[in-house]
């Protein structure tokens, strides 16, 4: 888990411990109304406490009130016992008591809300539901099948070793159509299935990001700038289509990577551009940046026949 939606889970735990405070005290009031006694005796309880506290601060002797505070709590608790009374706090999950965490660790209720807010951040638009199991390469025939599967197969197991694999980035070059954005959903998928933080953003998306923290506009774009950064798994969809701004584009693409790597944080760029339009759009700079031997996957070029007319 990253630290991104600390406040926002902090603030999600707290507003459970406030509705469980008010389902508690109305539970607390419910009983008391139904049963005068009792509340005449905790009443009496209430002040006893007091007066012996005060006493004990002034050092004068209680024993008497000490005694009479003593018979009403016994007589409460067998009051309490006898009617079958139970002042229950009701929380959103009885497992943590809406702490979020059990020793220490994140109580499953809190992995679950960290899930949730992953994948509404993850803006995985073209393909929100399609997993490793949907890839049809084994029986569709098409050209590319036979290398599809084989990427599908080395792009499953970095998932399956995401936090330990020495691959930072991937390149993943091809026509359209042959099946680049599915492989990336899939890859998305899992990863949030596996709880890890994953934007999904074409570089046109991207680059209105870049533009929005560029021109230092207080918006939602700025944000997502934060989370452009922070998130664990960054998917770039169709690299080369977006407009080429003076001082933004490149510049940007360039340290946002820099800054992700330094991070060991994953970056994942699906392109139609073969390397050298590449070096002729962005400079070497940024490619041999993406396609460093020491801790890329790059696979270049896909040739296929387009599956969105298959
Ligand atoms: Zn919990």
Known sequence: MIN????????????????????????????????PDLKEKI???????????????????????SARLSDTEKYIKDYVNANG?????????????????????????????????????ASLSPMPEFTFKDNTFATNGAPQAAGMNK???????????????????FLL???????????????ANDLLDKNVSVMYLTSFELVNIFLDKHTRKDTAFR?????????EMLIVDNLGAEPIYKNVTVEYLLSTLEKRLGENKKTMFLTQLDGQQLVNRYGSALLSKIADKNYSISIGYIQGEDLRKL
Request: glycine share 2%; aromatic share 8%.
């Open 4 to 35: 991104y939606f600390d406040k926002k889970l902090e603030s999600i735990l707290n507003s459970r411990r406030t509705i469980a405070k008010e389902r508690a005290q109305k539970n607390y009031e419910e009983i008391l109304s139904a049963h």
């Open 43 to 65: 009443k009496i309880k209430k002040s006893l406490e007091l007066e012996v506290s005060r006493n004990t601060a002034l050092k004068k002797p209680c024993e008497e009130i």
């Open 85 to 121: 009374i139970k002042f229950t706090s009701t929380y959103t999950c009885p497992l943590c008591k809406d702490t979020g965490y059990l020793d220490k660790k994140p109580c499953k209720c809190l992995v679950a809300e960290y899930n949730k807010l992953i994948r509404q951040n």
């Open 151 to 169: 990427l599908y197969a080395k792009m499953q197991a970095v998932v399956n070793k995401f936090h330990t694999t020495k691959y930072n980035c």
């Open 173 to 187: 070059c091809g026509a359209s159509g042959v099946g680049k954005t599915s492989l990336a959903a899939a890859i």
């Open 223 to 231: 944000k997502a700038y934060d989370y452009v950064l922070a998130c």
